[in-house]
């Protein structure tokens, strides 16, 4: 077999997910023997899971805000709040509420064996499995959005520069 980019060179090994023959100079591209196609399928999964989360977390936070502002504004204020005790009481409430996405996304990343000793009690067992996992995802999310913010971020700035031609 020979090299799918390179017709005249000896494949030295194939490609991990299409089976396509790899030479020495294609072969060692990527971590793994991969060609470029299956490479690009690789990158745009990546991506698409990190914008995933930052998409959700950006958006729980602000629902939550939202809503908590809107709640503080219509209520009635005692005399001696002022309007930055709201804007204060809202970003908290981004804060709150926005790391349950990266807590839950570190929680998946744990594994999810005790999952089955839950599923024991079927339906409502379920539930508290979902809702234990939530609250939890708060305190996990607050030390893990900003460590999976800065790794997520230079992941992507990593994907972005991969080259995917080659020469
Ligand atoms: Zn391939
Ligand atoms: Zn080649």
């Not at 790391?99 to 079927?122: D, E, H, M, T």
């Not at 700035?157 to 995917?164: G, Q």
């Amino acid at each position: 077999m020979n090299c799918y980019n390179h017709g005249d060179q000896v494949a030295v090994s194939q490609c991990r997910d299409c089976n396509k023959g790899l030479c020495d100079y294609c072969a060692h591209f990527y971590q793994i023997p991969l060609c470029i196609s299956c490479n690009q399928l690789h990158i745009d999964y990546e991506k698409k899971k990190i914008k995933k989360e930052f998409f959700w977390t950006l958006v729980l936070g602000t629902i939550t805000a939202a809503t908590m502002f809107f709640l503080l504004i219509t209520s009635e204020m005692p005399p001696d709040k002022t309007i930055n005790d709201v804007y204060l009481r809202t970003l908290i409430t981004f804060f709150v509420f926005a790391p349950i996405v990266p807590g839950w996304y570190a929680l998946n990343s744990f594994g999810s064996n005790f999952k089955g000793f839950f599923l024991i009690f079927s339906l409502p067992g379920l539930f508290v499995f979902y809702a234990l996992k939530v609250l939890v995802s708060i305190p996990v999310g607050l030390i893990a959005l900003p460590i999976r913010f800065v790794r997520n971020a230079k992941r992507l700035k990593d994907l972005n520069a991969i080259p995917l031609e080659y020469s």
